[in-house]
């Protein structure tokens, strides 16, 4: 095996992808449900650590010292079109299947 990746299996892979989501569609499903990132909530709050940190050092050093403040406001211009976009899409719930009781 030479490390590389295989690129008629990616194919095959995002066909079978697609497929699934027609199969999800065809059965009343919201395609990609259930395959959520499961550690969600663990993987932001060490992104916003190791971004603190990184300003913090970026406002103790003198020659990065004018460059912090644009560095923060970038991340958090980046957070709030982030932000926008997210609540601009319609809320992906899944439809209400028979009821068991």
Known sequence: MTGRANPRRACRSL???????????????????????????????????????LYGVMISLPDAREDAPLALGFTVATALVGLWIQRRRPARTPPAGPSSG
């Open 15 to 53: 066909d079978e992808r697609r497929e699934q989501a027609r199969r999800d569609r065809a059965e009343g499903r919201v395609p990609g449900s259930g395959t959520g990132v499961r550690p969600f909530p663990w993987p932001t709050w060490a992104t916003l650590i190791a971004l603190v940190a």
